[in-house]
Nanobody, 125 residues
Framework: VQLQASGGGLVQAGDSLTLSCAAS????????FSWFRQAPGKEREFVAG????????FYADSVRGRFTYSRDKAKNTVYLQMNSLKPEDTAVYYC???????????????????WGQGTLVTVSS
């Protein structure tokens, strides 16, 4: 499975940005696709995730209400719509895929089998 993240860039506080993660090389019915981020000097953290086959989206408290996770099955792509961006959202954003995860483990990096290369989001104040 290969994951290709894109869509990062430099924006101002309050702006919006949409990240994309294109998946290839497999069938994904048993997969969970999630977004993580890593700010400079900090550990990688969970942002949002959902099982490919459906169900609820899960969000980190810090982004709930501002970020929206979605996916396009026909394009094998997941998205992260980010609104009302803040300087503290500055990070490298990664998409990740894990097989047969349960919801309580979505935040656990070690549960994910595949990672994209990351895309940098910089939010200026």
């Amino acid at each position: 499975v290969q994951l290709q993240a894109s869509g990062g860039g430099l924006v101002q506080a309050g702006d919006s940005l949409t990240l994309s993660c294109a998946a290839s090389g497999g069938t994904f019915s048993d997969y969970t696709f999630s977004w993580f981020r890593q700010a400079p000097g900090k550990e990688r953290e969970f942002v949002a995730g959902r099982r490919w086959s459906g169900g609820s989206e899960f969000y980190a408290d810090s982004v709930r209400g501002r970020f929206t996770y979605s996916r396009d099955k026909a394009k094998n792509t997941v998205y992260l719509q980010m609104n009302s961006l803040k300087p503290e959202d500055t990070a490298v954003y990664y998409c990740a895929a894990g097989v047969r995860l349960i919801a309580s483990t979505y935040r656990d990096l070690a549960k994910y089998n595949y990672w994209g290369q990351g895309t940098l989001v910089t939010v200026s104040s």
